[in-house]
Structures are given as structure tokens and as C-alpha cells.
């Protein structure tokens, strides 16, 4: 197959008019446009060729959330691979809640053998496990009677539950054993500051022993202020990355400019952060064992609180757009930077020669004309 004379999105962020071949599951070679001759060719005149968007924070979609596999049905992440890919984001980190060990031990044991299968949409790329390690005090919609304190046996013990698959682990490192626990995990998976009163030296000395992400930056950590930069500050000087919800209700677009601007085009990931409903009609869900209601694309708890968003990770990355962040930058913040933040850029995230072919084309409206994911048009 052949993507003739498209703009092409590359691993340097910048678009070139180019042609990609797609071969045998991967990008076989990127030429300058009206160079490559083939038997299937795509048009792409107009258009971009892109990386598939890498979603490494979601809990659910269409109805369904990762943590339903507790009964060890393996329905529910189908059900979410298959919408996922059909919006173009053609990778995902399948993202837990704060549950018990047990209940953890019976998600990872279901979903086990669908890491890195392929077919039925989007690829789940491993885990993301947020929580249980929490500041209670910032709980957010986690779920109370499950936050404990940083525990290394246990988090080792689901490590090898998941077949080793846990990609990204977080942690609020002013608790009790935290440093331990970082210095510890790091060395396994991506350690992120989450759900945290941290201020900033507590934050800083995550950093310096092993930390290098933050999550759902400005959502569930204390305020950033000009006397007191906690959390914020501490990532800004430090991490490597941060993610960002951009369905404009978690953060202001003002906000969203302004995070592009303090950490800069290569630390920012886009992520959906999105629950069961995710592409569904307003009404009654839930998000880890709690009641989740959804109108007009707010989903929030009984009392108020957002509980994750409802927003998939493609039109995130559209209203970036729409919010002032240029095009590349946006694209680079849902594809490049997330496939580095949890170590799979070396096989996917860029239109590479060599890599898997995740591609997307899109129209000047942003929206998927075509996706292949591992060389296969849906």
C-alpha cells in the first residue's frame, strides 16, 4: 500500500510531503512525494499522513471500563479496542482505579493474554496502574476505602500478575515509604506523581529518586501559585512529562496554552483519561464501583466531583487544536511524546521507516479518512 503525496507527520514533529509505504505490518519506507509506485495506492494529496494517536491514560469507552475484567471476562477491553481504533487511536495503556489487591490480581489475570494482540482495533499496550497509593485528601473519584500507602511487595506481586505488563505506576510521594517505592519502581516502569498535597521539595525528591511523570497535570494536586508552586512547579523543573486532559472541562483553554507554553512542545501527553462514557448518550455510569453521571460531556459523581472525562483522546487532540496549540505541537503531545513517556517509541508513535504501521490520514477537518493499525486498513 502506498500513501502517495501526502503531508507527512515525522519523528521530528514537523510535516514533509512525502510517500509511505506500508508493508507486511510496517512502514516499509517514507520517499519523497510522487516517488513510490504500487498496485494499492491512497491519494493523500490534501491531506496528513499521521502517526495513530497513543492514549496511555483511559479507563473505559463505549460503555465498557478495563477494570469490568475483574470477572474474568475479557469482553469489556474488546469492546473498548474496537472503538478506540475506530477514532484512529491505534495504541492504549488499559488504566486501573484504586482497588484492593485481590481485585487487581483478578483485572490483570483476565486481560493477560490480550497485551499487544492484535486484530479488533487498537492494541493494549500494558497497564497504567492509578492507585491505590494515594493521598486520600485528593482522592478525586478513586475510591476511598482502597487508598493505602505505598506498598513495594504488593505493587511486585501485581507486576508479575500482569505478566510483567505495567507500564506506568502512580504514587503520592509525601506518603509514608514513597521514596522507597519510587526508587524501587522506577527501575520496572514509569513512576508518576498523582492524587497528591505534595509541595514542592516533596514532589522534587520524587523526581530526584526515579519519578519522571506527572499526571492529569493541575487535576487532583495543589494549586499552582507564585509563593507555593507545589506539584506544578516541581514537574516544570523537573519530569519528563506531563499529561494533560484537553476536553475543555478539566482545564480552561487559557490553562491548556499556558502548560504548552511553561513545559514546552516535547513534555506535554495529551491523554483522554476518558470512562465508560466515552462515545455514549447522556446518562448513568459508573468508574471504579462508583455512581458516574454524564451530561454533555461532563461526567462528575453524585456530589460533583469530575470523575474522568468523556472524551476520546482524537478529539482531545482536535480541540488542542482549536484552542490555539499549533497543529505539530498537538500532534506531537498525542502520538511522539506518550509512546516515549512509557518506552514504546522505538516501535511505534512516529511515521518511521522500520516502525509498526499505526497510520492515520487525515482531512483538513482532523477527522480519520483512513486508519491502519499493524499495516490493516479498518
Known sequence: MILKNGQVFTAQG???????????????QVAPAGTLEGDEVIDAAGKYVTPGFVDIHIHGAAGADFCDC?????????TMKKYLGSQGVTSFMGTTMA????????????????????GGGAVLRGVNMEGPFFNKAKKGAQAEKYIVDPDWDMFQRLYETSGRNIKLVDIAPELPGSLYFIRKASKLCTVSIAHTCATYEEAQAAYANGATHLTHLFNAMPA???RAPGVVGAAADAADHAEMICDGIHLHPAVIRAAFALFGEDRICLISDSMRACGMPNGEYSLGGQKVYMNDGKATLEDGTIAGSATCLAECF???VKFGIPLEVALKAATINPAKAVGLFDELGSVTAGKRADVLVLNKDLQPEHIFIGGKEL
Not at 14 to 28: L, P, Q, S, T, W
Not at 99 to 118: D, M
Request: charged fraction near 30%.
Open 14 to 28: 514537523r510535516f514533509m510531503n512525502a510517500d509511505v509505504e506500508i508493508c507486511d505490518g510496517r512502514i516499509a
Open 70 to 78: 475483574v470477572d474474568g471476562s475479557d469482553e469489556y477491553v474488546r
Open 99 to 118: 482497588f484492593s489487591e485481590e481485585i487487581l490480581n483478578g483485572i490483570f489475570n483476565t486481560v493477560k493474554p490480550l497485551f499487544n494482540q492484535e
Open 224 to 226: 499552582f501559585t507564585h
Open 318 to 320: 482536535r480541540r488542542a
